[in-house]
């Protein structure tokens, strides 16, 4: 079983929409797909067959001040507007639908990491979990802490799936992957922002102790994954995807020339996957 994982990364997750967008057009199917925060919505796409969806999302619906803006913190307590992202653009009805139907039609499996905001833990939501016009879970796991209030899901307060498992390698192969695609938004060698994640964790350890604790050690989860994804791509059981640079772009960087160029990048990248399938 061939997996493929895709990490995310707020807005240089356009990186990863180049990827997919070069396996639909190489005709590229995996067994087994799994997504962190905007690495899901990337994946919901891509099994539905949607070629160039993601990339409107990054470069197109992004500059829109209901997408994300101080006007979205103020009257929601939420920077980035999930429910506009993942309910008013993409129901049905919505101008941009997600292929619901074909996506759950796919022939491999789905998952998407999740936090549980009150255990600090990962949640791995299933393909059944989705259905049509409730995509609950991709705002779950694509609502970061402090920038978005937590999306509840049956009671339960979630967080950002990179929280809790940020490179969710040792799930793919516990599952029965063989081998892996995991596309990353930045270098190799880049760590997590460790800083940044401090500052939340200050923020959140009152209401949600054991996601500030999961935040501490967010970014040395990062790095020790990244750090054994490299081991096994040794050992030719890991294909790692990531840019050379990340053309300037943060994880919120709404700026047209750099978010086109990291897409360019992650197309033309994605042209190592399809010797890795053979």
């Keep these: 079983m061939i ?59 992004t500059f829109r001040k209901e997408y994300m803006s101080l006007g979205n913190m103020i009257k929601s307590g939420s920077y980035i507007g999930i429910d506009y992202i993942y309910g008013t653009l993409s129901d049905s009805c919505g101008e941009d639908p997600l292929g619901y139907t074909e996506m759950v039609k796919y022939h491999g499996i789905i998952k998407t990491v999740a936090t549980n905001a009150l255990t600090g833990e990962a949640k791995y939501f299933e393909i059944g979990d989705y259905a049509q016009d409730d995509y609950s879970v991709l705002k779950a796991s694509c609502s970061l802490p402090v920038v978005c209030k937590p999306y509840f899901i049956d009671g339960v307060p979630y967080y950002d799936g990179g929280v809790s498992d ?86 919120l960087t709404k700026d047209r020339e750099k978010i086109d160029a990291m897409y360019r990048k992650g197309y033309n990248d994605a042209a190592k996957i399809r010797n890795f399938q053979r």
């Design 166 to 251: 940020p490179v969710p390698i040792d799930k793919a192969f516990a599952d029965g992957c063989e081998k892996v695609v995991l596309i990353l938004t930045k270098p190799i060698e880049a760590s997590s922002a460790s800083s940044r994640n401090s500052a939340a964790a200050k923020i959140l350890k009152s209401k949600y102790p054991n996601t500030s604790a999961s935040l501490l050690k967010m970014a040395e989860k990062y790095e020790a994954s990244v750090k054994k994804a490299l081991e096994l791509q040794q050992q030719g059981k890991v294909l790692i995807i990531a840019p050379d640079n990340t053309c300037g772009m943060s994880t």
């Design 3 to 61: 997996g493929v994982i895709d990490v995310g990364g707020g807005l240089r997750g356009v990186y990863g929409a180049g990827v997919f967008d070069r396996c639909l057009d190489d005709r590229i199917q995996f067994d087994y797909c799994i997504g962190v925060s905007a690495g899901s919505a990337n994946i919901a796409s891509y099994t539905a067959g949607q070629r160039g969806r993601n990339y409107r999302f990054f470069a197109d619906y």
